[in-house]
């Protein structure tokens, strides 16, 4: 342990000549949650999926754990890392999306023991108790059989956590994860993530649930244009926000 | 819910209203009967189909021409010829799909001028082509390439750099040239499918699976692949069906071992042609009829999980246990 799970210095993102990263600095503490906020267009989905190399960055470094990803520092110079590199430092860093993204072909139970089984190639018999035990955690103990386009929307994504987990991340990163729910199935999967958090994973969470920032956050990030315009204690930022962008945002969605 | 509601006022009474009449339905069911009257006299009872030829005695003391020896023999060789040059043109196939999507431009182009000169060439032209590669050279092997050249910069002028090789007539000639030609014809209309099925997955499934630390052969093999045989298979169904048709062009190559070619002998040796084409017809029919069922059932199994039926299916049961079962409807 580095005492930093997650290290971003300065870190650029362009897409052809739009540049929608513009030097990133962040610094997230094991068992810390960071919640990154701002608006659309602000560039945090891009930056959450730097981190596990899902988009390569221009510029700057990015570190879990106190790895570098996606790069190899050998004598001063950089060297791209190899697809299998990649793969394996991915596998400690799980990642939930906005829309689910589960594996429609294979039921609840499969899509959450595919990871451990192909990837890590663990005992089958093992993972299907680890992986029995999260759904339970989840609550959803009694879908295992069921295939993923038979659960709702919050039911889905549950689901889409506990098999980031089978994969015994030490990070998660959560892209919008309630983004994509109906209003009414949103609390379910905030409050999964209220245990998660408890339990002291540490996470990087991209979303527009204010409050859920306040209550379970450590760490606020609003980003606007690129750049981070402020961050801090959630209690302080959302409260008294120092920057005006930060201002006008949260006049917008409180 | 407020049950009161629903027993304070009487269901009115259901709709009885006068059907709109729909006269045309009734003239065309009329002139279709009149068509297929005509249509079962013709086979019923004109002699020249000669039936018994088809189905019972086509010579003395013979089965009917569908059931003779050469014939079943034929059949078996369509069959086979079907079989082979689908699985060879199914496996390429994938192969070149694969190549075309890849970020290597040198593979992906390699894969387009495949599928560009495969798919513009007739099938027939590229068969008779095959039949008669084997003018090219004398013999075919493994070894050196263009070991000769090689040899005579050497000063040696009987080095060929050859391992291994065999006369090319024993290698490219009647059913492996038939084979090659419609295996590697049909290998790229099979990956212009593949590609259309894998470009047709959501990319956030290999996202996901990346994400989970899954390398590019698994996220292909495990969770693009399966969910883009629901978009290949009912097309592959139809390349097969189409093929069994096909293996008739390989009688000029000519491909002995096959049914068309079989048939055609049986017309050369008897002088009698339409029954002959009316055995094929019911040979072909057959084949595709037995191919056309199990298309159904592969489609099926591919189609687990996703659908307006299954979903349909789920809401109902959902809604069902949540007003306690009353509703009672089928579900489609």
Redesign the interface.
């Known amino acids: 342990m580095t005492g930093e799970m997650v290290r971003a210095d300065n870190v650029h993102k362009s897409f052809g000549s739009l540049e929608v990263l513009k030097g990133i600095d962040l610094v997230v503490k094991p068992g810390e949650v960071c919640c990154v906020l701002g608006p659309s267009g602000s560039g945090k989905s891009t930056f959450l999926r730097c981190i596990?190399h899902?988009e390569k960055i221009n510029a700057g470094r990015i570190f879990v754990d106190g790895e570098l990803v996606g790069y190899r520092e050998r004598g001063g110079k950089l060297h791209e890392m190899g697809?299998?590199d990649v793969?394996?430092q991915?596998?400690s860093?799980?990642?939930v999306?906005q829309?689910f993204?589960?594996?429609?072909?294979?039921t609840v139970l499969d899509n959450v023991m595919?990871?451990p089984c192909?990837?890590?190639r663990e005992s089958k018999a093992e993972v299907r108790d680890r992986a029995v035990g999260l759904l339970e955690r989840v609550g959803l103990g009694s879908k295992v059989g069921n295939?993923?386009?038979?659960l709702s929307g919050g039911q889905q994504q549950r689901v889409?956590i506990a098999?980031?987990l089978a994969?015994r991340p030490k990070l998660m990163l959560f892209d919008e994860p309630t983004s994509a729910l109906d209003p009414e199935l949103v609390g379910e999967v905030l409050d999964t993530m209220k245990d998660l958090a408890a339990d002291g994973m540490t996470m990087v969470v991209v979303t527009h649930e204010i409050g859920f920032a306040r209550e379970v956050g450590d760490n606020l990030i609003f980003m606007d244009g690129g750049v981070v315009v402020e961050q801090g204690p959630p209690r302080d930022v959302i409260t008294n926000p120092q920057h005006e962008r930060t201002r006008a945002f949260l006049s917008k969605v409180l | 819910m407020s049950d009161d509601t629903t027993t304070e006022r009487a269901r009115p009474e259901a709709i009885k209203a006068v059907p709109v009449r729909h006269p045309g339905r009734w003239i065309a069911l009329a002139v279709i009967a009149v068509l297929a009257a005509m249509f079962l006299h013709l086979l019923l009872t004109n002699d020249r189909f000669r039936w018994s030829f088809i189905f019972l005695e086509y010579q003395e003391g013979k089965r009917g021409v569908m059931f003779t020896e050469p014939v079943l023999e034929g059949l078996r060789g369509t069959i086979m010829l079907t079989i082979s040059s689908m699985a060879i043109g199914i496996a390429l196939g994938i192969v070149i799909a694969i190549m075309r999507l890849s970020p290597n431009k040198i593979l992906s182009s390699v894969a387009f001028l495949y599928t560009w000169f495969f798919r513009a060439v007739p099938r027939l032209v590229l068969a008779l082509l095959f039949g008669n590669l084997n003018i090219l050279w004398e013999r075919i092997g493994f070894g050196l390439p263009f070991g000769t050249q090689i040899g005579k910069l050497f000063g040696l002028d009987n080095f060929d750099g050859q391992f291994y090789s065999i006369k090319a007539s024993d290698l490219i000639a009647g059913f492996v040239a038939g084979m090659l030609a419609l295996a590697l014809s049909e290998a790229a209309y099979m990956a212009e499918i593949v590609r259309a099925g894998i470009q047709s997955i959501?990319t956030?499934?290999a996202?996901?699976?990346?994400?989970?630390?899954?390398?590019?052969g698994?996220v292909l093999r495990?969770?693009v692949l399966?969910?883009a045989m629901r978009v290949i298979v009912p097309p592959t169904g139809n390349e097969i069906i189409a093929m069994v048709k096909d293996t008739s062009l390989v009688a000029y190559v000519p491909v002995t071992f096959e049914l068309w070619f079989q048939l055609t002998q049986v017309s050369a040796r008897t002088f009698v042609v339409l029954p002959v084409i009316v055995a094929a017809l019911i040979w072909y029919l057959i084949l595709c009829t037995v191919l056309m069922i199990a298309q159904y059932f592969v489609e099926r199994h591919f189609s687990?999980?996703?659908g307006a039926t299954?979903?349909a299916k789920?809401r109902l049961r959902d809604i069902q246990v949540e007003q306690g079962g009353r509703i009672t409807g089928e579900v489609p």
């Open positions: 596990n899902l697809e299998k793969a394996k991915r596998r860093i799980g990642m999306f829309r993204n589960l594996f429609p072909h294979m595919e990871a192909r990837v890590k295939y993923p386009g038979q889409a098999r980031a994969m | 959501d956030g499934q996202e996901a699976a990346v994400a989970l630390g899954m390398s590019r698994q495990r969770i399966p969910q687990k999980g996703y299954a979903k789920q």
